[in-house]
């Protein structure tokens, strides 16, 4: 039997503007993870409830001390309520 694993990569807006969708220079559809923290979490538990073993989460272009700022904030804000059950 061969096992493989389901990973998403995600990106992640913190804030309060909820999900988006859009279309890439290259016509193909993409999803933007983005909300308030719990919001964000059930967005991210989603994909875990559908499979997903691992998410990649990107939080987009900016400078270093902002993205570890979200990073702070992902893991204290949002990753305690992630759930995959």
């Known amino acids: 039997m061969t096992r493989f694993i389901f990973s998403a990569r995600l990106t992640v807006e913190l804030g309060g503007r909820g999900p988006k969708e859009y279309t890439s ?9 983005g909300g308030n923290a719990g919001q964000v979490a059930e967005q991210l538990s989603a994909y875990l409830r559908s499979g997903a073993s691992h998410l990649v989460l ?3 272009d900016l400078p270093a001390k902002a993205y570890i700022d979200n990073m702070k904030r992902l893991v204290s804000e949002v990753a305690p309520s992630i759930s995959g059950g």
């Open 25 to 33: 220079p290259l016509g193909d559809r993409r999803f933007i993870v």
């Open 58 to 60: 990107y939080l987009g």
